[in-house]
């Protein structure tokens, strides 16, 4: 099969003088080359619906300084690479401007691309090694017309017997450019794989059914958002199956099989975006069902809590159309599947950070723990614990009246003596270190000064939030040592300034006393970047502490001239978040600024730009 892909490749190369331009191998997009001086380049690429996709390759160019202009995309800083393997993102300075670079290049030979690529070939060598594994069954649904094989992985532990196990269903790849969600795949892949006793819980309790390439053929040609034949097979769902595209057709009758034994938990499809920040499309309770449009948010919340490149700012809202893959999982199935799709960007996220495929194997393994979550799979070693398996004593009040608390309903009480009280108690867990999280709804109304009291075997650890914001993800609480194996139990009482929210409590375990007390002893706190950045005229600035201490967060100019202190307090272990409004300077002009953080003899800084 290999040669004939090979030989269906079409040829495009343009030189000038020592330089020459080509497009020549699979996944490569280059429609046209020009010049009037060879030093400055213009090229466009080959569009199916837009010509966003491009990869190149550029000989003759070592110690040549040259300009190069894409006429027809709409990058921001893309990638090079001289061995066509390990991708490097354009400095800022290198590529100043979005669809164009210049550089002196280093050897003769450069590859050059929207996003480091993710092919055909190089998927065949990741599918060879995840098959070694046990709990990997590859196999192959058909093929398409030009004989790429739609190649399916069955991820579960095949000890365990199928009847009881939830089914989750993951694809990507239907655009073909869009190779970050590649990478994000490959993530989860690596995490579902991963030896681990957590992970081995998983694998015991769900099949993951795992479809790399939505579009192979769109792939191997160099397409953006297209199949070999220019159709978008986004939109094919709802097409009689004589209309269907066959990557879509073998995808949809796969479906029907799987739910016909039993239905499908979550169906995830994933995308990748040029707009400069993660999302998922959240559809509307007007085009699904308030309790669905409940659950997006509710899955969307769990799978983005531990990433610092994702707020919930950054979730997109639409009306839910049947010729997508969750329309045709809504007509079928409705709120039986969570069916949503899930982007990662191509250049930055909105915290300012830059993509990389490292930053999408994150990605990849909080995907998993959402899933998970979402599922509510407990495990001794990540444990969850939501208010059906609570105690309750006074008068709580039970709600399901907003889209950030955790699993069907979450608790809350009025201000009061502390006389009414909750309690998450584990079942006996081993001797460690462990992680214990609070989650909420964040509410104007509620407590500045909730109590969370942790226990175990007599000792006592007290953490106070305030549970204003941060609703809808995972708060740290604190950070906690078993030097016995002991029940962990967390209490909220009402004595508080407002409203306290009781919702859901994970503990996790991060390894034993003698490994892990010198990591925490040193990884003291955490600053993340600022949000959103740039910024104009308020950011948010986000630290966490691992145990409490007297903390300073202080402003600079680009000079290194103090702009403020907007923090100097004993604080709490756990997340916290400060506002820095550049309206209250009234001297403050656009440009780059920044906040630092001090604990102790440790400190850390971070760069901030305001946007007038």
């Known amino acids: 099969m290999k040669s004939l892909i090979l030989f269906l490749l079409i040829a495009t190369s343009y030189s000038f003088s020592q330089i020459k331009f080509d497009a020549d191998f699979e996944s490569g997009n280059l429609a046209s080359v020009s010049t009037t001086d060879s030093i400055y ?97 590859l196999d192959t649904l058909g093929f398409t017309e030009h004989n790429f094989p739609m190649q399916e992985m069955i991820l579960t532990d095949t000890s365990v017997p199928d009847e009881d196990k939830l089914r989750v269903w993951i ?163 409705g709120a039986d599947i969570l069916a949503l799709t899930y982007e990662t960007p191509y250049s930055h996220y909105s915290n300012g950070e830059w993509v990389t495929n490292e930053n999408l194997f994150e990605f990849g393994s909080t995907t998993v723990y959402g899933i998970a979550e979402f599922l509510e799979l407990s495990h001794s070693k990540r444990i969850i614990i939501d208010n059906s398996d609570a105690t309750a004593n006074g008068f709580w009040q039970v709600s399901q009246f907003d889209v950030d608390f955790f699993g069907d309903d979450f608790y809350y009480i009025d201000a009061g003596t502390g006389e009414n009280e909750i309690t998450y108690e584990t079942e006996m867990i081993e001797s460690g270190y462990y992680d214990v999280y609070a989650w909420w709804t964040g509410h104007s109304a509620n407590a500045s000064n909730s109590k969370f009291l942790i226990s175990s075997n007599g000792e006592e650890w007290i953490a106070e939030k305030s549970q204003k914001t941060l609703g809808g993800k995972w708060n740290l609480l604190s950070t906690i040592q078993l030097d016995d194996s002991s029940k962990v139990s967390v209490t909220i009482n009402d004595n508080a300034n407002g409203t306290v929210v009781a919702d859901a409590i994970r503990i996790i375990y991060l390894g034993p006393v003698s490994d892990v007390k010198d990591y925490v002893a040193e990884k003291s706190f955490e600053l993340y970047q600022n949000y959103p950045n740039p910024f104009n005229p308020a950011t948010t600035i986000r630290f966490k502490l691992n145990k409490p201490k007297q903390v300073k967060v202080r402003i600079f100019n680009s000079l290194g001239e103090l702009v403020d202190t907007i923090v100097d307090n004993y604080l709490g272990i756990g997340l916290h978040e400060v506002i820095f409004n550049s309206n209250s300077y009234s001297s403050l002009s656009s440009g780059i600024y920044y906040y630092q953080i001090s604990a102790e003899s440790f400190s850390q800084t971070k760069g901030m730009v305001l946007l007038k």
């Open 41 to 137: 380049y213009q090229i466009s690429t080959h569009e199916d619906i837009g010509g966003r996709w491009f990869y190149y390759r550029i000989s003759g160019v070592k110690d040549k300084f040259i300009k190069v202009k894409v006429t027809n995309s709409d990058v921001n800083r893309p990638m090079y690479s001289y061995d066509n393997r390990d991708f490097i993102r354009f400095t800022e300075t290198e590529s100043p401007s979005v669809n164009y670079f210049e550089k002196a290049f280093e050897e003769d030979t450069v590859y050059v691309a929207y996003y480091t690529p993710y092919n055909y070939s190089f998927l065949q060598e990741r599918l060879i090694e995840w098959e070694q594994s046990e709990f990997v069954k």
């Open 171 to 333: 694809h990507a790849r239907t655009h073909p450019g869009e190779t970050p969600s590649s990478w994000h795949f490959d993530g989860i892949m690596q995490e579902l794989l991963r030896d681990d006793d957590v992970i081995d819980y998983y694998r015991k309790n769900i099949i993951f059914y795992l479809y790399p390439f939505n579009n192979p053929e769109g792939v191997f040609y160099g397409r953006s958002r297209t199949n070999y034949y220019k159709v978008d097979q986004e939109r094919e769902w709802n097409k009689s199956d004589a209309e269907t595209a066959s990557a879509v057709l073998f995808l949809k009758n796969r479906m029907k099989e799987i739910n016909s034994e039993k239905v499908l938990s979550v169906a995830l499809n994933l995308h990748s975006q040029r707009s400069p920040y993660a999302t998922f499309w959240i559809h509307t309770a007007s085009s699904t069902s308030d309790y669905f449009y409940r659950r997006e948010y509710q899955f969307s919340n769990l799978t983005i809590s531990d990433l610092p490149y994702f707020s919930q700012s950054d979730y997109s809202e639409s009306n839910l159309r049947r010729y997508f893959p969750e329309g045709f999982m809504w007509a079928d199935y």
